[in-house]
Structure formats: structure tokens, C-alpha cells
């Protein structure tokens, strides 16, 4: 078990994690989500939750819930595994 009490900034919580996830044999995405974007994966159903106001472009899944791009403060759910999926901020180049 690992216990954190600080609220880190992006780059500690991503270094922390992603630390986490090598120690213990876990594959996760290799690639950051943009700022504002939420993947879970519950079980079955992948859901992406724009907690943004630029629209986010999700390729590799068929909506079930919602459309792509997924809108400002919007959500998409797919049955699409969430490491299959590519994740896109309108408007940036780098992710």
C-alpha cells in the first residue's frame, strides 16, 4: 500500500504513478491525457468525461453514449478497451 498526503501537481502524480504501476507489473497508457480529460474503465464500458471547454477527439471506438468529438463538459462511453483509444484536445498538436 502507498499513501500520498499532498495534492501533487501534474508531473509528481504522473512520475508517482507511473513509478507505482512499473513496480508492480501493471501496463497502463503510455501517453498522458490532456489536461481536463478524464478515461475510466470501470468494467465493460469505457467512459471519457471532458471536464473542459474545448472540444476532445476520441478515435478507436463507437459511441454508445454521446458523439465524437466529445463536447465541452460532455462524456463519451464506448465498449472500446481504454488503452485502444486516442485522445485528442481540439486544438493541440502535441498530445
Do not use: K
Not at 499513501?3 to 503510455?30: H, I, K, M, N
Amino acid at each position: 500500500m502507498t499513501y500520498v498526503d499532498v495534492w501533487p501537481e501534474g508531473q509528481l502524480a504522473d512520475a508517482l504513478c507511473t513509478d507505482l504501476l512499473d513496480a508492480v507489473g501493471v501496463d497502463y497508457r503510455a501517453e498522458p491525457l490532456p489536461d481536463g480529460v478524464r478515461l475510466t474503465q470501470p468494467g465493460q464500458y469505457c467512459f471519457c468525461v471532458n471536464f473542459t471547454s474545448d472540444r476532445v477527439h476520441v478515435d478507436g471506438g463507437e459511441p454508445i453514449i454521446g458523439t465524437t468529438p466529445v463536447g465541452a463538459y460532455d462524456v463519451l462511453v464506448t465498449e472500446s478497451d481504454a488503452s485502444s483509444l486516442e485522445i485528442l484536445l481540439e486544438g493541440d498538436s502535441t498530445q
